[in-house]
């Protein structure tokens, strides 16, 4: 995509605006419990690396080089870098179905990433095979808003952000696509960051 690579590498710088007064606690208390084989789709730039504990063996996606390249440095830099692995793929490309078993997951997790991926819902049902009985998917995005107004705001600047931040769509209903996609939430959170965000935890039925 046309700014793929500036919203690479602009990303953390503007992020953390956002980071660290509204999004780095919310980041810490869904990732610093988890334990086991996780799945960390569009892991980005590593920023959630940090948050882990030493009980995980973490596999990263990252379809984008500009992105990736950022990860790789941070998990250099991580005291657990020799339990994380990147591979640069993603939902939808062939490859990563070669990689995935089925019921081999105790955790997928996606921040800010179920808003970009062209095909979330099959990107779900994915999650749901490749969890094990029981494992979690693990959720941080912005949403459409339940007020039809904002919606509809939300509709018409989806285009222009579309273009400027890598195919992220501003009015997908992520909240709504995880409960027809049949996870059963454990924990769910709705609020806000100027635009409507929501952070969960659900479990494979
Ligand atoms: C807004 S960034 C979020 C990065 C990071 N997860 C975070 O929490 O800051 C969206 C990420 O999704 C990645 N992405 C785009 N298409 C994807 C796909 N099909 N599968 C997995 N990740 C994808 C992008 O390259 C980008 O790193």
């Known amino acids: 995509m046309k700014y793929s ?15 660290k007064p509204y999004l780095r606690h919310r980041r810490a208390r869904l990732l610093s419990g988890l334990s086991g084989r996780i799945l ?3 892991a980005g730039t590593g920023i959630n690396f940090v948050h882990y504990n030493d009980n995980t063996e973490i596999i990263g996606i990252e379809p984008s080089p500009w992105m990736i390249r950022q990860a790789a440095e941070r998990k250099r830099q991580s005291a657990l870098g020799n339990r994380i692995v990147l591979h640069q793929t993603g939902c939808g490309d062939p490859a990563l179905y070669e990689m995935m078993e089925e019921n ?8 800010l990433v179920l808003c970009t991926i062209p095909d979330a819902e099959g990107a779900l049902r994915d999650f749901m095979r490749w969890l094990k009985p029981g494992g979690q998917l693990v959720v941080l995005e912005h949403i459409r808003s339940h007020n039809k107004h904002t919606g509809r ?12 931040a890598d195919g992220c769509q501003l009015n997908r209903p992520t909240d709504r696509m995880i409960a027809e996609a049949g996870f059963i939430p454990v924990r769910q959170e709705w609020f806000r960051v100027g635009i409507p965000f929501y952070e969960g935890v659900f479990e494979k039925h």
Do not use: H, N
Not at 8 to 19: A, I, P, R, S
Not at 153 to 164: E, T
């Open 5 to 19: 690579k500036t919203f690479g590498q602009w990303y953390d710088f503007l992020m953390q605006f956002l980071e």
């Open 40 to 42: 960390e789709v569009g």
């Open 153 to 164: 705001l939300q509709d018409a600047l989806r285009p222009v952000w579309a273009k400027i």
């Open 104 to 111: 081999s997951l105790d955790y997928v997790v996606c921040t």
